[in-house]
């Protein structure tokens, strides 16, 4: 009976280390997946900031997509699509290039997944958009900048960046601003760009109000791009 017992308990104690192992297994799959798949998302962030900057001319512009969600196997998300939040700031170290870290971060509970830098001699500039609140941008400011990028938000999500280069008296710009993937929603947004810009500037066709920018305020000189929209990717 002693020796039955044994072997009884030899057997709960080897399917529980089993299952032990397969669990960690399971989740060290899980994890990995979701790096992978998060830096990926990050990595086309880089990847198009780098080609925006390296490009030749005075203005170059891309819209960056952004997907909805990342596959996340055994993570307990519905249908394995975790969604997350993108974070991009703007890091100012004096004597040194500006830092753009871009952060993702699962939406639940804004932990981080994954983060990566970038380091750029040029004027960086963020812009804000929330489409809940009429839909203008706004320049963030202060001593290290954030946005954030929300790709389920409601009632627009906001998938894509716009990421336009301006080189302005010798000097290079970065712009970047959030919008939807809708080329109409883009373009807005860019226009206002080009009115706070301009307004920035001193340009006088371009005061007041730049939700609404008047068609005197884009044609005007004072920002060396044109009002114009790239195809998501390009």
């Given at each position: 009976?002693?020796?039955?017992?044994?072997?009884?308990?030899?057997?709960?104690?080897?399917?529980?280390?089993?299952?032990?192992?397969?669990?960690?297994?399971?989740?060290?799959?899980?994890?990995?997946?979701?790096?992978?798949?998060?830096?990926?998302?990050?990595?086309?962030?880089?990847?198009?900031?780098?080609?925006?900057?390296?490009?030749?001319?005075?203005?170059?512009?891309?819209?960056?997509?952004?997907?909805?969600?990342?596959?996340?196997?055994?993570?307990?998300?519905?249908?394995?699509?975790?969604?997350?939040?993108?974070?991009?700031?703007?890091?100012?170290?004096?004597?040194?290039?500006?830092?753009?870290?871009?952060?993702?971060?699962?939406?639940?509970?804004?932990?981080?997944?994954?983060?990566?830098?970038?380091?750029?001699?040029?004027?960086?500039?963020?812009?804000?958009?929330?489409?809940?609140?009429?839909?203008?941008?706004?320049?963030?400011?202060?001593?290290?900048?954030?946005?954030?990028?929300?790709?389920?938000?409601?009632?627009?999500?906001?998938?894509?960046?716009?990421?336009?280069?301006?080189?302005?008296?010798?000097?290079?710009?970065?712009?970047a601003?959030?919008?939807?993937?809708e080329?109409?929603?883009?373009?807005?947004?860019y226009?206002?760009?080009?009115?706070?810009?301009?307004?920035?500037?001193?340009?006088?066709?371009?005061?007041?109000?730049?939700?609404?920018?008047s068609?005197?305020?884009?044609?005007?000189?004072?920002?060396?791009?044109?009002?114009?929209?790239?195809?998501?990717?390009?």
């Open positions: 009976m002693l020796a039955f017992i044994l072997s009884k308990m030899n057997l709960l104690l080897m399917v529980t280390a089993i299952f032990a192992i397969m669990a960690y297994f399971t989740f060290f799959v899980s994890q990995s997946v979701v790096l992978r798949e998060a830096q990926e998302v990050l990595n086309r962030f880089s990847e198009d900031t780098y080609g925006v900057l390296t490009s030749s001319g005075q203005c170059h512009q891309t819209i960056v997509p952004i997907p909805h969600y990342i596959y996340a196997v055994g993570s307990g998300e519905r249908r394995n699509q975790l969604r997350f939040l993108v974070s991009i700031s703007k890091i100012n170290i004096p004597g040194e290039k500006t830092q753009l870290s871009f952060s993702l971060l699962r939406k639940k509970d804004e932990k981080v997944l994954a983060a990566k830098l970038f380091a750029t001699n040029a004027e960086v500039n963020l812009y804000s958009w929330d489409p809940s609140t009429g839909g203008t941008i706004a320049e963030e400011t202060g001593s290290d900048p954030t946005i954030v990028l929300n790709p389920v938000s409601e009632p627009l999500e906001t998938d894509s960046l716009l990421l336009i280069k301006e080189v302005y008296h010798g000097s290079t710009n970065l712009y601003v959030p919008c939807n993937n080329a109409a929603v883009c373009a807005a947004n226009g206002q760009l080009t009115c706070l810009v301009k307004k920035s500037r001193g340009i006088s066709a371009c005061t007041g109000d730049c939700s609404n920018p068609d005197a305020c884009l044609k005007e000189e004072g920002f060396n791009c044109e009002v114009g929209i790239a195809t998501p990717g390009s």
